[in-house]
Protein backbone atom coordinates (compact mmCIF):
# COMPACT_ATOMS: atom_id res chain seq x y z
CA UNK A 1 0.00 0.00 0.00
CA UNK A 2 1.28 3.46 -0.72
CA UNK A 3 0.53 6.75 1.36
CA UNK A 4 1.85 10.00 0.58
CA UNK A 5 1.54 12.55 2.95
CA UNK A 6 1.13 16.30 1.91
CA UNK A 7 2.73 19.37 3.23
CA UNK A 8 0.79 22.84 1.94
CA UNK A 9 2.79 25.87 2.78
CA UNK A 10 2.52 29.60 2.75
CA UNK A 11 5.82 30.36 0.58
CA UNK A 12 8.96 28.85 -0.09
CA UNK A 13 11.34 29.75 2.35
CA UNK A 14 14.09 27.43 5.05
CA UNK A 15 10.56 27.23 6.97
CA UNK A 16 8.55 25.30 4.45
CA UNK A 17 9.68 22.47 5.95
CA UNK A 18 7.29 19.28 6.07
CA UNK A 19 8.09 18.68 9.63
CA UNK A 20 4.32 17.17 10.36
CA UNK A 21 4.21 14.34 7.53
CA UNK A 22 7.58 13.48 7.99
CA UNK A 23 6.91 12.99 12.02
CA UNK A 24 4.35 11.03 10.57
CA UNK A 25 6.33 8.88 8.18
CA UNK A 26 9.08 7.98 10.92
CA UNK A 27 6.24 6.02 13.17
CA UNK A 28 4.42 4.60 10.10
CA UNK A 29 8.06 3.26 8.47
CA UNK A 30 8.85 1.92 12.07
CA UNK A 31 5.21 0.31 12.82
CA UNK A 32 4.95 -1.18 8.98
CA UNK A 33 8.54 -1.49 7.51
CA UNK A 34 7.76 -2.65 3.59
CA UNK A 35 4.01 -3.43 4.10
CA UNK A 36 3.55 0.54 4.00
CA UNK A 37 5.06 3.24 1.68
CA UNK A 38 5.27 6.09 2.91
CA UNK A 39 6.52 9.62 0.79
CA UNK A 40 6.39 13.15 1.77
CA UNK A 41 5.07 15.68 -1.07
CA UNK A 42 5.67 19.59 -0.53
CA UNK A 43 3.55 22.03 -2.53
CA UNK A 44 2.23 25.59 -1.90
CA UNK A 45 -0.53 27.76 -1.48
CA UNK A 46 0.34 29.73 -4.41
CA UNK A 47 0.34 26.47 -6.97
CA UNK A 48 -2.43 25.50 -8.74
CA UNK A 49 -4.11 23.01 -7.76
CA UNK A 50 -3.74 20.84 -11.13
CA UNK A 51 -0.13 21.42 -10.81
CA UNK A 52 -0.33 20.01 -6.66
CA UNK A 53 -2.82 17.05 -7.80
CA UNK A 54 -0.40 15.77 -10.53
CA UNK A 55 2.82 15.91 -8.31
CA UNK A 56 0.85 13.82 -5.79
CA UNK A 57 -0.38 11.01 -8.69
CA UNK A 58 2.61 10.55 -9.61
CA UNK A 59 3.68 8.66 -6.30
CA UNK A 60 0.44 6.49 -7.42
CA UNK A 61 -0.61 6.36 -3.63
CA UNK A 62 -3.64 4.17 -2.31
CA UNK A 63 -4.30 6.83 0.40
CA UNK A 64 -3.68 10.57 0.57
CA UNK A 65 -3.07 12.51 3.98
CA UNK A 66 -3.15 16.33 4.24
CA UNK A 67 -1.45 18.45 6.97
CA UNK A 68 -4.39 21.34 7.20
CA UNK A 69 -4.00 24.83 8.38
CA UNK A 70 -5.94 27.63 8.37
CA UNK A 71 -3.96 28.87 5.42
CA UNK A 72 -4.15 26.00 2.94
CA UNK A 73 -7.56 24.64 3.81
CA UNK A 74 -9.23 25.84 0.40
CA UNK A 75 -6.24 24.54 -1.91
CA UNK A 76 -6.15 20.97 0.32
CA UNK A 77 -10.03 20.92 -0.96
CA UNK A 78 -9.22 22.03 -4.23
CA UNK A 79 -6.56 19.33 -4.90
CA UNK A 80 -8.58 16.59 -2.73
CA UNK A 81 -11.35 17.06 -5.52
CA UNK A 82 -9.33 16.65 -8.66
CA UNK A 83 -7.40 13.72 -6.89
CA UNK A 84 -10.96 12.14 -6.28
CA UNK A 85 -12.21 12.49 -10.20
CA UNK A 86 -9.05 11.43 -11.29
CA UNK A 87 -8.84 8.50 -9.01
CA UNK A 88 -12.38 7.50 -7.77
CA UNK A 89 -11.31 4.55 -5.31
CA UNK A 90 -8.33 6.76 -3.86
CA UNK A 91 -8.97 7.06 0.10
CA UNK A 92 -8.24 10.78 1.41
CA UNK A 93 -7.71 11.90 5.16
CA UNK A 94 -6.79 15.00 6.57
CA UNK A 95 -5.10 16.02 9.93
CA UNK A 96 -3.06 19.26 11.38
CA UNK A 97 -5.06 22.52 13.15
CA UNK A 98 -7.90 23.31 10.96
CA UNK A 99 -8.86 19.47 10.43
CA UNK A 100 -8.60 18.80 13.93
CA UNK A 101 -10.55 22.36 15.02
CA UNK A 102 -13.43 21.83 12.25
CA UNK A 103 -13.49 17.73 12.04
CA UNK A 104 -17.25 17.96 11.00
CA UNK A 105 -16.81 21.03 8.59
CA UNK A 106 -13.99 19.20 6.84
CA UNK A 107 -15.27 15.64 7.07
CA UNK A 108 -18.40 17.40 5.27
CA UNK A 109 -16.79 18.10 1.66
CA UNK A 110 -17.53 15.03 -0.27
CA UNK A 111 -13.38 14.00 -1.10
CA UNK A 112 -12.77 13.77 2.48
CA UNK A 113 -12.89 10.31 3.48
CA UNK A 114 -11.69 10.96 7.26
CA UNK A 115 -10.03 13.02 9.49
CA UNK A 116 -7.18 12.34 12.32
CA UNK A 117 -7.48 14.87 14.90
CA UNK A 118 -4.84 16.08 17.42
CA UNK A 119 -1.06 14.65 17.66
CA UNK A 120 -0.89 12.12 14.78
CA UNK A 121 1.44 9.52 15.17
CA UNK A 122 -0.27 7.28 17.46
CA UNK A 123 -3.65 7.73 15.84
CA UNK A 124 -2.05 7.56 12.26
CA UNK A 125 -0.87 3.79 13.43
CA UNK A 126 -3.70 2.94 14.52
CA UNK A 127 -5.66 3.90 11.36
CA UNK A 128 -3.71 2.49 8.93
CA UNK A 129 -3.65 -0.50 10.86
CA UNK A 130 -7.39 -1.03 10.85
CA UNK A 131 -7.02 -0.63 7.15
CA UNK A 132 -5.32 -3.03 6.77
CA UNK A 133 -7.48 -5.50 8.99
CA UNK A 134 -10.39 -4.25 6.35
CA UNK A 135 -11.92 -1.15 8.15
CA UNK A 136 -13.65 1.16 5.93
CA UNK A 137 -12.68 4.58 5.57
CA UNK A 138 -16.27 5.54 6.55
CA UNK A 139 -15.63 3.52 10.01
CA UNK A 140 -12.74 5.72 10.60
CA UNK A 141 -14.30 8.55 9.98
CA UNK A 142 -16.51 7.40 12.98
CA UNK A 143 -13.93 5.88 14.72
CA UNK A 144 -11.17 8.74 15.36
CA UNK A 145 -10.81 10.59 18.76
CA UNK A 146 -8.20 13.24 19.31
CA UNK A 147 -5.84 12.26 21.86
CA UNK A 148 -2.75 13.35 22.85
CA UNK A 149 0.84 11.42 22.96
CA UNK A 150 1.26 11.30 26.64
CA UNK A 151 5.15 9.86 25.85
CA UNK A 152 7.24 11.47 23.63
CA UNK A 153 10.43 8.94 24.14
CA UNK A 154 9.48 6.78 22.29
CA UNK A 155 8.69 9.07 19.00
CA UNK A 156 11.31 8.66 16.30
CA UNK A 157 13.27 12.07 15.06
CA UNK A 158 12.45 12.09 11.09
CA UNK A 159 16.09 14.00 10.93
CA UNK A 160 18.16 11.37 12.85
CA UNK A 161 16.68 8.19 10.95
CA UNK A 162 17.04 10.40 7.03
CA UNK A 163 13.26 10.50 6.53
CA UNK A 164 13.50 14.67 6.61
CA UNK A 165 16.54 16.06 5.05
CA UNK A 166 17.11 19.45 6.54
CA UNK A 167 19.99 20.54 4.24
CA UNK A 168 17.25 19.85 1.13
CA UNK A 169 15.59 22.93 2.87
CA UNK A 170 18.26 25.17 4.52
CA UNK A 171 16.89 25.15 7.88
CA UNK A 172 14.87 23.32 10.13
CA UNK A 173 11.72 23.42 12.47
CA UNK A 174 12.48 21.94 15.73
CA UNK A 175 10.28 20.50 17.93
CA UNK A 176 11.53 20.42 21.84
CA UNK A 177 7.77 20.28 23.34
CA UNK A 178 4.69 20.17 23.27
CA UNK A 179 1.04 21.39 24.98
CA UNK A 180 0.89 25.01 26.26
CA UNK A 181 0.53 25.99 29.73
CA UNK A 182 -1.76 29.11 29.11
CA UNK A 183 -5.13 28.91 27.87
CA UNK A 184 -5.28 32.34 25.90
CA UNK A 185 -8.84 32.30 24.29
CA UNK A 186 -7.55 33.00 20.52
CA UNK A 187 -5.22 30.13 20.51
CA UNK A 188 -6.21 26.47 19.54
CA UNK A 189 -2.79 25.24 20.99
CA UNK A 190 -3.86 24.32 24.60
CA UNK A 191 -7.36 22.43 23.85
CA UNK A 192 -7.85 19.23 25.27
CA UNK A 193 -4.59 19.19 26.67
CA UNK A 194 -3.19 19.99 30.36
CA UNK A 195 0.44 21.37 30.53
CA UNK A 196 3.66 20.26 28.72
CA UNK A 197 5.83 16.77 27.31
CA UNK A 198 9.19 17.29 26.93
CA UNK A 199 11.22 15.84 24.05
CA UNK A 200 14.16 13.89 25.87
CA UNK A 201 17.48 15.86 25.96
CA UNK A 202 19.42 13.18 24.53
CA UNK A 203 17.43 13.41 21.08
CA UNK A 204 17.79 17.27 21.24
CA UNK A 205 21.78 17.00 21.61
CA UNK A 206 21.72 14.48 18.87
CA UNK A 207 19.60 16.39 16.80
CA UNK A 208 21.53 19.94 17.32
CA UNK A 209 24.67 17.60 16.24
CA UNK A 210 23.27 17.02 12.92
CA UNK A 211 21.97 20.12 12.07
CA UNK A 212 25.70 21.57 12.48
CA UNK A 213 27.02 18.78 10.37
CA UNK A 214 24.66 19.42 7.84
CA UNK A 215 25.59 23.05 7.65
CA UNK A 216 21.77 24.78 8.54
CA UNK A 217 21.41 28.09 8.42
CA UNK A 218 18.58 28.79 9.94
CA UNK A 219 16.22 26.76 13.45
CA UNK A 220 12.67 27.79 13.90
CA UNK A 221 11.74 26.63 17.23
CA UNK A 222 8.11 25.53 17.48
CA UNK A 223 7.70 25.70 21.41
CA UNK A 224 5.11 28.07 22.03
CA UNK A 225 6.80 29.05 25.16
CA UNK A 226 10.25 28.02 24.77
CA UNK A 227 11.35 29.89 28.15
CA UNK A 228 8.18 28.54 30.18
CA UNK A 229 10.12 25.77 32.37
CA UNK A 230 13.61 27.86 32.52
CA UNK A 231 15.78 25.35 33.85
CA UNK A 232 15.01 23.60 30.66
CA UNK A 233 15.56 26.10 28.93
CA UNK A 234 18.76 27.22 29.82
CA UNK A 235 19.96 23.71 29.38
CA UNK A 236 18.59 23.83 25.73
CA UNK A 237 20.92 27.07 25.34
CA UNK A 238 23.77 25.62 26.76
CA UNK A 239 23.67 22.53 24.34
CA UNK A 240 23.29 25.26 21.44
CA UNK A 241 26.38 27.30 22.27
CA UNK A 242 28.52 24.33 22.39
CA UNK A 243 26.58 22.55 19.68
CA UNK A 244 25.59 24.65 17.32
CA UNK A 245 27.09 28.71 17.43
CA UNK A 246 27.15 29.11 13.60
CA UNK A 247 23.16 28.45 13.26
CA UNK A 248 20.65 31.22 13.65
CA UNK A 249 18.13 30.40 16.01
CA UNK A 250 14.36 31.69 16.42
CA UNK A 251 12.43 30.99 19.33
CA UNK A 252 9.20 32.34 20.74
CA UNK A 253 8.57 33.47 24.16
CA UNK A 254 7.22 35.01 27.30
CA UNK A 255 8.43 38.05 28.62
CA UNK A 256 7.64 37.48 32.46
CA UNK A 257 9.90 33.89 32.29
CA UNK A 258 13.01 35.97 30.94
CA UNK A 259 16.28 36.69 33.60
CA UNK A 260 19.54 38.33 33.87
CA UNK A 261 21.18 34.69 33.01
CA UNK A 262 18.87 33.83 30.52
CA UNK A 263 19.30 36.93 28.49
CA UNK A 264 22.63 36.04 28.49
CA UNK A 265 22.32 32.73 27.10
CA UNK A 266 20.44 34.19 24.54
CA UNK A 267 22.87 36.05 23.95
CA UNK A 268 25.77 33.98 23.80
CA UNK A 269 23.78 32.11 20.73
CA UNK A 270 22.71 33.66 16.87
CA UNK A 271 18.92 33.98 18.01
CA UNK A 272 16.08 35.96 17.40
CA UNK A 273 13.19 36.11 20.36
CA UNK A 274 9.43 36.76 19.37
CA UNK A 275 7.32 38.01 22.20
CA UNK A 276 3.66 37.43 22.29
CA UNK A 277 2.29 41.12 23.27
CA UNK A 278 -1.16 41.42 21.32
CA UNK A 279 -2.06 44.14 23.92
CA UNK A 280 -0.44 46.87 25.86
CA UNK A 281 -3.57 47.66 27.38
CA UNK A 282 -4.17 44.74 30.64
CA UNK A 283 -8.58 45.20 30.49
CA UNK A 284 -8.15 43.89 26.81
CA UNK A 285 -6.09 40.89 27.59
CA UNK A 286 -8.48 39.66 30.65
CA UNK A 287 -11.22 39.12 28.10
CA UNK A 288 -8.59 36.98 26.37
CA UNK A 289 -7.82 34.74 29.33
CA UNK A 290 -3.99 36.64 28.99
CA UNK A 291 -3.09 39.29 31.76
CA UNK A 292 -0.06 42.50 31.11
CA UNK A 293 2.08 44.19 33.56
CA UNK A 294 3.52 46.91 31.80
CA UNK A 295 6.49 47.65 34.12
CA UNK A 296 7.18 44.14 34.45
CA UNK A 297 7.05 43.96 30.68
CA UNK A 298 9.77 46.85 29.90
CA UNK A 299 11.71 45.16 32.70
CA UNK A 300 12.08 41.94 30.55
CA UNK A 301 12.64 43.65 27.59
CA UNK A 302 15.44 45.98 28.78
CA UNK A 303 17.33 42.49 29.82
CA UNK A 304 17.49 41.30 26.06
CA UNK A 305 18.09 45.02 25.17
CA UNK A 306 21.49 45.17 27.15
CA UNK A 307 22.66 42.05 26.74
CA UNK A 308 22.12 42.92 22.58
CA UNK A 309 19.34 40.35 22.25
CA UNK A 310 17.23 40.67 19.17
CA UNK A 311 13.78 40.60 19.98
CA UNK A 312 10.38 40.82 18.03
CA UNK A 313 6.66 41.63 19.17
CA UNK A 314 3.24 40.10 18.54
CA UNK A 315 0.40 42.62 18.37
CA UNK A 316 -3.59 42.12 17.83
CA UNK A 317 -6.03 44.31 16.62
CA UNK A 318 -9.68 43.70 16.76
CA UNK A 319 -9.67 41.93 20.47
CA UNK A 320 -12.95 42.34 22.34
CA UNK A 321 -12.65 45.21 24.24
CA UNK A 322 -10.25 46.87 22.25
CA UNK A 323 -10.58 50.01 20.39
CA UNK A 324 -8.74 51.94 17.43
CA UNK A 325 -7.48 54.44 20.28
CA UNK A 326 -6.65 51.58 22.45
CA UNK A 327 -4.51 49.63 19.91
CA UNK A 328 -3.07 52.53 18.68
CA UNK A 329 -1.63 52.91 21.93
CA UNK A 330 -0.23 49.42 21.97
CA UNK A 331 1.52 50.07 18.58
CA UNK A 332 3.35 53.36 20.05
CA UNK A 333 4.13 51.38 23.67
CA UNK A 334 5.87 48.52 21.56
CA UNK A 335 8.02 51.03 19.58
CA UNK A 336 9.01 52.64 22.65
CA UNK A 337 11.35 49.15 23.36
CA UNK A 338 12.84 49.45 20.43
CA UNK A 339 12.15 45.78 18.99
CA UNK A 340 13.69 44.93 15.89
CA UNK A 341 10.80 44.33 14.32
CA UNK A 342 6.55 44.35 15.08
CA UNK A 343 4.51 41.94 13.85
CA UNK A 344 0.64 43.34 13.54
CA UNK A 345 -2.11 40.78 13.17
CA UNK A 346 -6.20 41.01 12.48
CA UNK A 347 -7.99 38.85 15.19
CA UNK A 348 -9.24 35.59 13.54
CA UNK A 349 -11.68 33.70 15.39
CA UNK A 350 -10.35 29.92 14.72
CA UNK A 351 -12.63 26.80 15.00
CA UNK A 352 -12.47 25.43 18.10
CA UNK A 353 -11.13 28.17 20.54
CA UNK A 354 -12.83 29.42 23.73
CA UNK A 355 -12.75 33.17 21.71
CA UNK A 356 -15.32 31.16 18.85
CA UNK A 357 -17.97 30.17 22.02
CA UNK A 358 -17.86 33.49 23.94
CA UNK A 359 -18.13 35.24 20.53
CA UNK A 360 -21.52 35.34 20.39
CA UNK A 361 -21.92 37.02 23.83
CA UNK A 362 -18.92 39.73 23.44
CA UNK A 363 -20.81 40.20 20.09
CA UNK A 364 -17.78 39.57 17.79
CA UNK A 365 -18.55 39.47 14.09
CA UNK A 366 -16.68 36.84 12.16
CA UNK A 367 -15.70 35.63 8.86
CA UNK A 368 -17.70 32.13 8.86
CA UNK A 369 -14.92 30.77 6.80
CA UNK A 370 -11.08 30.53 6.67
CA UNK A 371 -8.80 32.90 7.60
CA UNK A 372 -12.36 33.67 10.18
CA UNK A 373 -11.12 37.44 10.74
CA UNK A 374 -13.19 39.63 12.88
CA UNK A 375 -15.03 42.62 11.18
CA UNK A 376 -16.47 44.42 13.67
CA UNK A 377 -17.26 44.40 18.04
CA UNK A 378 -19.06 46.95 20.10
CA UNK A 379 -15.81 48.56 20.33
CA UNK A 380 -14.32 48.23 16.91
CA UNK A 381 -16.32 48.96 13.94
CA UNK A 382 -15.67 47.66 10.31
CA UNK A 383 -14.35 50.94 9.27
CA UNK A 384 -11.89 51.02 12.45
CA UNK A 385 -10.39 47.74 11.25
CA UNK A 386 -9.62 49.28 8.20
CA UNK A 387 -8.15 52.06 9.76
CA UNK A 388 -5.80 49.72 11.49
CA UNK A 389 -4.73 47.61 8.87
CA UNK A 390 -3.24 50.43 7.30
CA UNK A 391 -1.56 51.07 10.45
CA UNK A 392 -0.32 47.68 10.07
CA UNK A 393 0.68 47.98 6.53
CA UNK A 394 2.81 50.72 7.09
CA UNK A 395 4.65 48.97 9.84
CA UNK A 396 5.51 45.95 8.04
CA UNK A 397 6.42 48.23 5.02
CA UNK A 398 8.23 51.06 6.87
CA UNK A 399 9.70 49.78 10.11
CA UNK A 400 10.06 46.05 9.28
CA UNK A 401 11.02 45.75 5.83
CA UNK A 402 12.68 48.92 6.01
CA UNK A 403 14.60 47.69 8.69
CA UNK A 404 14.28 51.10 10.18
CA UNK A 405 15.42 50.20 13.91
CA UNK A 406 18.30 51.90 13.84
CA UNK A 407 17.26 55.75 12.38
CA UNK A 408 13.24 55.32 13.50
CA UNK A 409 13.61 56.88 16.41
CA UNK A 410 16.08 59.55 15.84
CA UNK A 411 13.29 60.77 13.13
CA UNK A 412 10.21 60.61 15.30
CA UNK A 413 11.47 62.23 17.77
CA UNK A 414 11.95 66.15 15.90
CA UNK A 415 9.05 65.52 14.37
CA UNK A 416 6.85 64.79 17.55
CA UNK A 417 4.68 61.86 15.79
CA UNK A 418 3.34 59.25 17.09
CA UNK A 419 4.41 55.70 15.02
CA UNK A 420 0.90 54.53 14.98
CA UNK A 421 0.31 57.87 12.85
CA UNK A 422 3.23 57.44 10.88
CA UNK A 423 2.85 54.39 10.18
CA UNK A 424 -0.67 55.28 8.87
CA UNK A 425 0.59 58.16 6.76
CA UNK A 426 3.04 56.12 5.14
CA UNK A 427 0.83 53.23 3.84
CA UNK A 428 -1.15 55.91 2.51
CA UNK A 429 2.09 57.30 0.99
CA UNK A 430 2.78 53.97 -0.80
CA UNK A 431 -1.21 53.93 -2.19
CA UNK A 432 -0.15 57.38 -4.03
CA UNK A 433 3.49 56.15 -5.02
CA UNK A 434 3.97 52.39 -6.14
CA UNK A 435 6.56 51.18 -8.02
CA UNK A 436 9.17 53.56 -6.75
CA UNK A 437 12.07 51.06 -4.92
CA UNK A 438 11.79 51.00 -1.12
CA UNK A 439 14.78 52.97 0.65
CA UNK A 440 13.93 55.68 -2.28
CA UNK A 441 10.18 55.85 -1.29
CA UNK A 442 11.36 56.10 2.83
CA UNK A 443 13.85 59.24 2.03
CA UNK A 444 10.82 61.11 -0.15
CA UNK A 445 8.28 60.27 2.45
CA UNK A 446 10.17 61.53 5.83
CA UNK A 447 11.51 64.68 3.86
CA UNK A 448 7.80 65.37 2.79
CA UNK A 449 7.06 64.95 6.60
CA UNK A 450 9.64 67.40 7.67
CA UNK A 451 8.86 69.72 4.67
CA UNK A 452 4.96 69.56 6.25
CA UNK A 453 6.31 71.70 9.57
CA UNK A 454 8.89 73.78 7.69
CA UNK A 455 11.95 71.81 8.31
CA UNK A 456 13.59 71.70 5.00
CA UNK A 457 17.34 71.10 5.97
CA UNK A 458 16.31 68.30 9.02
CA UNK A 459 14.39 66.58 5.76
CA UNK A 460 17.42 66.34 3.82
CA UNK A 461 19.68 64.98 7.07
CA UNK A 462 16.96 62.59 7.57
CA UNK A 463 16.70 61.16 3.74
CA UNK A 464 20.79 60.90 4.02
CA UNK A 465 20.35 58.75 7.32
CA UNK A 466 18.05 56.38 5.68
CA UNK A 467 20.52 56.15 2.81
CA UNK A 468 23.66 55.27 4.71
CA UNK A 469 21.76 52.67 6.85
CA UNK A 470 19.49 51.88 4.07
CA UNK A 471 21.92 50.70 1.43
CA UNK A 472 24.52 49.58 3.75
CA UNK A 473 22.41 47.21 5.01
CA UNK A 474 20.77 46.20 1.34
CA UNK A 475 24.29 45.25 0.13
CA UNK A 476 25.59 43.29 3.15
CA UNK A 477 22.17 41.53 3.23
CA UNK A 478 23.48 39.92 -0.08
CA UNK A 479 24.88 36.43 -0.21
CA UNK A 480 28.21 36.46 -0.68
CA UNK A 481 28.29 34.13 -2.96
CA UNK A 482 25.82 36.48 -5.24
CA UNK A 483 27.82 39.37 -7.41
CA UNK A 484 26.12 42.84 -5.56
CA UNK A 485 26.30 45.87 -7.69
CA UNK A 486 27.48 48.98 -6.87
CA UNK A 487 25.13 51.50 -6.09
CA UNK A 488 25.55 55.20 -6.49
CA UNK A 489 23.49 57.76 -3.98
CA UNK A 490 23.01 61.30 -4.37
CA UNK A 491 23.50 62.93 -1.12
CA UNK A 492 23.15 66.52 0.60
CA UNK A 493 25.77 65.42 3.37
CA UNK A 494 29.24 63.75 3.37
CA UNK A 495 27.47 60.54 3.92
CA UNK A 496 31.48 59.76 5.67
CA UNK A 497 31.47 62.55 7.91
CA UNK A 498 27.51 61.58 9.45
CA UNK A 499 27.89 58.14 9.60
CA UNK A 500 31.13 58.92 11.83
CA UNK A 501 29.00 61.21 13.93
CA UNK A 502 26.62 58.60 14.62
CA UNK A 503 29.10 56.05 15.36
CA UNK A 504 30.39 58.73 18.00
CA UNK A 505 27.15 58.96 19.57
CA UNK A 506 25.70 61.65 18.33
CA UNK A 507 21.95 60.24 17.75
CA UNK A 508 19.81 63.72 18.18
CA UNK A 509 18.83 65.01 14.47
CA UNK A 510 19.24 68.43 15.62
CA UNK A 511 22.85 67.66 16.96
CA UNK A 512 23.56 66.27 13.56
CA UNK A 513 22.52 69.16 11.53
CA UNK A 514 24.87 71.57 13.65
CA UNK A 515 28.41 69.06 13.27
CA UNK A 516 27.40 67.83 9.66
CA UNK A 517 27.71 70.90 6.97
CA UNK A 518 25.72 71.02 4.05
CA UNK A 519 27.61 69.07 1.11
CA UNK A 520 26.33 68.01 -1.86
CA UNK A 521 27.73 64.99 -3.51
CA UNK A 522 27.33 61.52 -4.43
CA UNK A 523 28.42 58.20 -3.01
CA UNK A 524 28.65 54.90 -4.44
CA UNK A 525 28.14 51.66 -1.86
CA UNK A 526 29.93 48.46 -2.61
CA UNK A 527 31.38 45.26 -0.84
CA UNK A 528 34.93 44.51 -1.46
CA UNK A 529 35.67 40.51 0.24
CA UNK A 530 32.80 40.63 2.20
CA UNK A 531 33.70 44.22 3.94
CA UNK A 532 31.44 47.85 2.66
CA UNK A 533 33.16 50.03 0.69
CA UNK A 534 32.09 53.93 0.65
CA UNK A 535 33.47 55.98 -2.14
CA UNK A 536 32.36 59.63 -2.05
CA UNK A 537 31.97 61.96 -4.87
CA UNK A 538 31.82 65.43 -4.45
CA UNK A 539 30.23 67.87 -7.15
CA UNK A 540 33.44 70.31 -7.99
CA UNK A 541 33.52 72.75 -10.93
CA UNK A 542 35.41 69.93 -12.08
CA UNK A 543 33.22 66.91 -11.73
CA UNK A 544 33.47 64.53 -9.31
CA UNK A 545 36.60 63.72 -7.67
CA UNK A 546 36.94 59.73 -6.12
CA UNK A 547 37.24 59.46 -2.52
CA UNK A 548 37.71 55.85 -0.65
CA UNK A 549 37.03 55.04 2.67
Not at 203 to 212: G, K, M, Q, S, Y
Not at 440 to 451: G, K, N
Amino acid sequence: MKLALVAIHIEPSPRALPLGPAMLASVLQSAFRERLQTVVVDAFVAEPAEVCAARILASEPDLVGFSMYVWNRGQTLAIAALLKAARPAIVIFAGGAEATADGPGVLADPAMDFVLPGEGEELIVEAMRRLFDGASPQALAGWAQAAPVQDLTDLPSPYLDGTLRPEDYGGALWELSRGCPFTCDFCFEARGTAGTRRIPLARVAAELDLFAAKGIREVFVLDPTFNYQKAQAKQVLRLIAEKASDIHFFFEVRSEFLDKEMAGLFAAIRCTLQIGLQSAHDDVLRNISRSFDPADFEAKTLLLHQAGVPYGFDLIYGLPGDSLEGFRESVDFALGLVPNHLDVFRLSVLPGTRLAETAPGLELAFEASHPYRVLGSPTFSAEELEQAERIARGCDALYNRGQAVPWFGMLLEPLELPPAGVFQAFAAWLESHPGDEHIETLRSFFRFLFDARGDTFLGALAADIIACFGYSTALLDVPRDEAAAVRRVAFHHDPRVLMAQIEAGATQLEDLAFSVPAQPCEAEFALAEGELVLRVLPITPDGPSNHMV
